[in-house]
């Protein structure tokens, strides 16, 4: 092992560190700390989630149920702060959330991780069902329709924190996510976190060099249900509410698809993919009541052309990076950039004028998109849209094509440099 | 060596429905031999090796290892005993790379077991002895290539090191030398008397010069019956062998 291999961790964690601690003062609007702090949550939450999708092969359908119970824990526990009953600082909250994540872990994986595969996803997605079921049976806990509230700015204070501040809440949230992140990395590292993958690549293999297979998954889901009361706790300081859709299937289906965009194979693509859905939910839904619409299609476009999400295209570039053939592919990347975004304007043209027209509270067919007026219901704007797409889609398979030839021509280089 | 067989079946029987595919094996193993089982497909031989492995729970009769009762426990618990197999599809890890497929091997019976609290990259002995596996396996040039790219033949090498890493000193092996070419099998040949020296092997096998080349003892099974074992001479002039078996017109 070089210097520079030993070091680089520690240079990284450093630099996120520094990173976390300055971005608050870089992006100082609540709109942004907001974003931030939404970006934590999900960061936490997804790489909890990976620990069982992509390095133990277990697919769940229900990890909401760990993050929403962790964070309905972490309120109750925060009302009981705010009474005097608990002498607990808010920012450690999460550690009492984690502990209700990872009890609700042992008690539900006892019994889902006895099996893998499909019967392990139907049986995650049964447990979902039946805690979404319980809110509105155990309404003393979940709080009903309303769901359960409080007040962060209580308690004993920690590091001058008082949780008034957003900036506040942000550092804890950073920290939380630091801390977590890696203490989910040094897993992947240990005898049990390598077991793990051995488990997800070979079970019937595993029993075979001493492992219960169902043991390793069964740590691996107590541990990750942990991750994600941590990651509902965060969710419960920073909003100060949650309601019973915190345990719901949505936001099961949400940290499913925030693993998935990112890639599941790498440590960090889940944290890429709560990024990526993250920003783009606040963004789309900032601008179009269509933006479960528009995520929902994005996620099926990674599924199909990019199955091992975005840190899987960025890891294939890795090699072309290095051999420095990286200008041979932009050319044809610039095109199918420019082509995918016809595609892309006649895409959003149609959805928007649909949109607009099914809208029963609609007044008028007039409306604005991108700041241009026009009256959806014109077969101007259908023809310009449906246009639009048709030669976006026509062009972009032509430009894929090239991509294509780029990447042979690539691959040819790079394969005759190993020759030589 | 001693006097309890390695592994002894006693009355086995195995029903898939009505189906009896193990029919009452009785067989023993000594301790420190290589006993190869043969017999013609659908006779029953992977069959018999899940059962001994634990992969299958016998519908009845007695399953031990060196004197101990092992019938119908979890394999996991079997290969704690000390006993190990190879499977008759290359069964590796095969997203992870050749070294830490080995690696994979050792956490347990080193005692690592199932701890989350210790960083692999500081357990010294692992990666020692694992490094040293893939010396005598001859797969050191490949250690950080990932499992699932290897060719065939070296495949089937690491599917023979991950059975041995652990030190088990009960070695089954299912058809380790199939598919392969004659160059091939012969160098398998050769890391398989290697790595089980001292040690008990069993093996299937359906290449005759190799059963003859590397087994101490053989046993024929038919229609889920043992019906012979003895030295590789003695089975090759065995009458009931031949006729039931090798096909032979007998003279």
Known sequence: MTLGSRFAPLALVLGTVVLLALLPHMFDSRYALTLLNQLGIGIVFALSYNMLLGQSGLLSFGHAVYFGL???????????????????????????????????????????TRRSGTIFAMISLGFAELVAACSNIIRGYFGGEEGISGDRMSGPVLFDLTM?????????????????????????????????????????????????PQTVRFLMFALSGFFAGIAGSLFAINFEIITAQAVGIEYSASVLMMAYIGGTGYFLGPVLGAIIYTALSIVLSAYTEAWMFYLGVFFIIVVVYAP??????????????????MHRLLPAYALAFVTGAILLIGAVVVIESSYHLSQPGALTTTMSLGGIEYDADAWRAWAFGLGALAVGAFLLRETIRSVGGAWADVRTRMGGEAAA | MSATPAISLQDVEKSFGSTRIIQG?????????????????????????????????PTSGRIELRGRDITGMAP?????LGLSRSFQITTLFHRMSVVENIRCALYYPLGYRYSFWRLC??????????????????????????????????QRALEIGLTVAGGADVILLDEPTAGMSRSETARAVDLIRALTENKTLVMVEHDMSVVFELADRVSVLLYGEVIATGTPNEIKSSRQVQEAYLGVEVA
């Open chain 2, 25 to 57: 094996a009785t067989l023993d193993v000594l301790d420190g031999e290589r006993h190869a089982i043969i017999g013609p497909n659908g006779a029953g031989k992977s069959t018999l090796f899940h059962l001994i492995s634990g992969h299958l729970v």
């Open chain 1, 308 to 325: 091992n999400g975005v840190s899987g295209i960025l890891a294939v570039h890795e090699p072309v990076l290095r051999a420095r053939l």
């Open chain 2, 121 to 154: 990259p500081r357990l010294k002995d692992v990666h020692e002895r694992a490094d040293e596996i893939l010396e005598r396996l001859g797969l050191t040039g490949r250690r950080d290539v990932m499992a699932g790219m290897l060719s065939y033949a070296e």
């Open chain 1, 164 to 212: 008034g501040p957003q900036r506040d809440v942000y550092y804890v949230i950073a920290a939380w996510m630091l801390v977590s992140a890696l203490l989910m990395y040094l897993i992947t590292q240990t005898p049990l976190g390598r077991m793990a993958n051995a488990v997800r690549d070979n079970p019937q293999r595993v029993a075979f060099v001493g492992y219960n």
């Open chain 1, 70 to 112: 962790g964070g309905f824990t972490a309120l109750h526990a925060l009302n009981a702060i705010t009474d005097g009953d608990l002498p607990l600082p808010v920012p450690l909250l999460p550690i009492v959330g984690g502990l209700m994540g990872l009890a609700v872990g042992i008690i539900l994986g006892w019994v889902s």
């Open chain 2, 76 to 80: 996991y618990r079997i290969n704690r």
